[in-house]
């Protein structure tokens, strides 16, 4: 038998308050069909039946040919969010096999997720599930890299710039959570 990696963070609550983007592959045979949009409606209403658990609210979220991209936000939830994409892939797997599915799996076993940081980030990775849809591969630094977009607005010396203004408050708010990403602390 296979062993899986596990790409969870070890000491993390995924059932703590926040947004969490998340990507899921469908199994090679699904994916090689591009059948994800073909069960479009199955998997758009295993989606929003997220919503029906206390504390999970469905923020985004676009369904392509071979991955869906999501965004859950978790507020005073019971569910962790391995619970929620176990129920969501199971669920949906059951329906899309009911109607017409034959192999084994339509997902592939594992799933993508990050931790989303920050209300900038929030936005860049909305703007990146509805401009890099067909991407599958994900940088994680392109959420939260503000050194270009520094440097463009110090290039051009408008300090008076929305801009401007808009890189020196993210500056402020990225050291204030420095300050406090230096006094969690994490659970042994």
Not at 79 to 104: A, R, W
Request: proline share 2%.
């Amino acid at each position: 038998m296979k062993l899986r990696k596990n790409i969870r963070l070890k000491h993390y609550d995924y059932s703590t308050n926040g947004y969490y983007f998340v990507t899921i592959h469908c199994s090679y045979v699904a994916a090689k069909r591009q059948l994800c949009l073909n069960y479009n409606k199955t998997i758009e209403n295993h989606l929003q039946s997220l919503s029906e658990y206390k504390g999970v609210k469905l923020d985004y979220y676009k369904i392509m040919p071979t991955h869906i991209h999501i965004i859950l936000i978790l507020e005073g939830t019971d569910k962790s969010l391995p619970q929620l994409i176990q129920y969501f892939k199971s669920k949906s797997t059951l329906d899309i096999k009911n109607n017409g599915f034959n192999e084994k799996r339509f997902w592939q076993p594992n799933y993508y997720e990050h931790i989303i940081r920050n209300e900038n980030a929030l936005t860049i990775i909305r703007g990146y599930i509805d401009n890099n849809a067909y991407k599958e591969k994900i940088d994680v630094k392109q959420f939260y890299n503000v050194a270009a977009e520094r440097s463009s607005a110090k290039a051009c010396n408008c300090k008076n710039d929305s801009k401007a203004i808009a890189l020196q408050l993210q500056e402020q708010k990225l050291q204030e959570q420095k300050v406090q990403k230096s006094n969690i602390k994490y659970k042994l």
